[in-house]
């Protein structure tokens, strides 16, 4: 659980949890150039993230009847491409990072990648008696491999209909507190069924409806103990909140249905490194730096849905596939009352 939490919001720990030297000369060269690399560093495995946990709010265009319930466990994963791999890493946007390799631009591992072979920067800082000093650093590695390419997310969800063409949703993750880590997802969505208020309904072949639908994702995971620099408190908080608006349309046969739709998603992901980290200038010199930087990062972009869903009795099944900037796919076991 502690890999998946890691992994899903704070993977930000790739950077923080290599050895000390590369977080002093990263702090060293100074709070902007540490939030600059974080941030392009970050933004692909949050970015992904977002879209992950806002596949399956549906399996069909038609809401339930008044009283008609579903619970549903879901499974969900957004694609990792190529491209969320690396960022170009340009030093002319730094103020005292330069390639060892001599070069100012360079494609290098985000969170989701691997350099391959190891990239190297040299920094330069300020120390206090010895003047203008440079170090050599090796820029920290992604999940790489490690990833299979996913990004997963899961959750329980419940929808109930409420009579009208209205029907609501909610998903919960169950919540996880330890001396480590503290991660909280839930969400909650409405659903309107077009075609329910129209007349003669039930000889429409298909239903319509709109979706809008919350996720919220926050959680701390304590860096005290892995961090490598001295200092009290120290921990990364993430707060990350998305939107999404969806048009669906299903068919309404007994035993198998296909569902789709057009969708908007919107949402914001922000990292918070906080605490107290003695950072070292040289040999003999330290200085403490408190809550060094926040970083965050910023989706919006359509997406189309395709699916299908296999009700038999109590039991249904369902799966779908997204296309969006990050595409995803997700699967659901329901059991459901009418």
Known sequence: MRNFFVFLVFSTS???????????????????????????????GTNGAMYSI????????KVKPLGGFE??????????????????????????????????????????????PSIFVEVEYDDPIFGSQTAEFELPQGIGEDSYNLIPSAAVQAAVGLGSGIEVKARYFPKVDTDEVTFNMY????????TEWLPADKLWPVALSGIVAYSHLDGSYNLTESSGIEGENQRLENNTNTWLFQLAVSTKLPVFNLYGGLGYITGKSESDLLGNYRVTNGILTSQTITDPFSVSSDVSSLRGTVGFKLKLGFFRLNGEYHISE????????NFGFR
């Open 14 to 44: 790739f950077l923080l949890s290599k050895a000390q030297n590369d977080i002093d000369v990263l702090l060293s060269a100074g709070i902007d150039d540490a939030k600059r690399f974080a941030n392009d560093y970050l933004a692909p």
């Open 54 to 61: 806002n596949a399956n709010w549906f399996n069909s265009a």
């Open 71 to 116: 619970i549903s466990i879901i499974a969900n994963a957004s694609l990792i491409s190529d491209e969320d791999k690396m960022f170009n890493m340009n030093t002319a946007d730094y103020n005292n990072v330069q390639f060892v390799s001599g070069s100012s631009t360079q494609n290098v591992a985000s969170v989701l990648g691997e350099n391959d």
């Open 187 to 194: 969400g909650a969505g409405l659903q309107l069924e077009f």
């Open 326 to 333: 990050f595409d995803a796919f997700s699967v659901g076991v």
